[in-house]
């Protein structure tokens, strides 16, 4: 069992393709290429932590049930509707705020502060491709999609970025 990352899919939002200068002819061909991309990283026994974001408002469990792994929804700005509509439509669990992951990694949506003198790091999304924050450092890690080739990115992969 492997643990992914991944934020600001933004399923079936149309929008996001102008703001975000998303790389697709539609937005049917967007959520087609990013499930395509997670289940080809992501195995059903797999966990992956949604950092916010995921979209497809009134369409969650259709998109959910074709994405591998045992999905963990870490709530955005966008993901506006009651926790229990959420683990309905597919979501092992759902976080309203952030949560800790061994005792060290910040899961949340926005980017938190963390400092070098901080024993934590902090993984998150929000930031889609903003040149205002770096894609990682020794103590954050932006895994929006527009970072991470659209599909979920390792936990192990994560590790090494920040280590190396």
């Known amino acids: 069992m492997a643990i992914f990352f991944i934020a600001d899919t933004h399923f079936s ?13 539609s937005v049917e061909d967007m959520d087609e290429q990013i499930i ?9 026994e797999d966990l992956v932590y949604v950092l916010g974001d995921f979209g497809a408002t009134g369409r969650e469990q259709e998109y959910l049930s074709r994405l591998n792994g045992n999905k963990y929804l870490v709530k955005g700005n966008h993901d506006v509707e009651e926790n229990e509509y959420y ?13 800790l992951l061994e005792t060290f990694w910040i899961l949340s949506h926005e980017p938190l502060y963390v400092n070098e003198n901080m024993p934590y790091a902090n993984l998150f999304g929000h930031v889609h491709n903003s040149p205002l ?15 991470t080739e659209f599909a ?4 192990e992969e994560v590790k090494r970025c920040i280590k190396g």
């Open 13 to 25: 939002e149309e929008n996001i393709m102008k703001y975000e200068n998303r790389p697709f002819a």
């Open 36 to 44: 395509e991309r997670w289940n080809a990283r992501v195995c059903e």
């Open 87 to 99: 683990r309905k439509a597919g979501f092992q669990e759902v976080y309203d705020c952030p949560i």
């Open 133 to 147: 924050f770096k894609d990682f450092s020794k103590q954050h890690y932006c895994v929006s999609v527009e970072r």
């Open 152 to 155: 979920p990115i390792s936990f």
